[in-house]
Nanobody, 122 residues
Framework: QVQLVESGGGLVQAGGSLRLSCAASGRTFSSYAMGWFRQAPGKEREFVAAISWTGSNTYYADSVSGRFTISRDIAKNTVYLQMNSLKPEDTAVYYC???????????????WGQGTQVTVSS
């Protein structure tokens, strides 16, 4: 199995930036595609971004495209989510996930972290 631990969440003003990290351990990190999801209060968990095994292919939700960047460092067993131009609607618990493919579908991911809170004030 893969264990995932998110970090880097916090409180930031609208227009600000934040970088989330997801540290992986257990099975070989490079064997999995990685994704970021988020869940706001009272809403369903939604897809944010995904990255392939090699890190050469990325995929973003329309709501964050152009503002967020997903990347991974195989040597450090870590995936990142750089969030720029943050908006109040980005407020949510952000979850890191590992799966067989980097898709927008929750069911394609096998392993999940515990989440990190991101709050964007207006």
């Amino acid at each position: 199995q893969v264990q995932l631990v998110e970090s880097g969440g916090g409180l930031v003003q609208a227009g600000g930036s934040l970088r989330l990290s997801c540290a992986a351990s257990g099975r070989t990190f490079s064997s999995y595609a990685m994704g970021w999801f988020r869940q706001a209060p009272g809403k369903e968990r939604e897809f944010v971004a995904a990255i392939s095994w090699t890190g050469s292919n990325t995929y973003y939700a329309d709501s964050v495209s152009g503002r967020f960047t997903i990347s991974r460092d195989i040597a450090k067993n870590t995936v990142y989510l750089q969030m720029n131009s943050l908006k109040p609607e980005d407020t949510a618990v952000y979850y890191c996930a590992a799966g067989i493919a980097g898709t927008s579908l929750i069911r394609t991911y096998e392993y999940w972290g515990q989440g990190t809170q991101v709050t964007v004030s207006s």
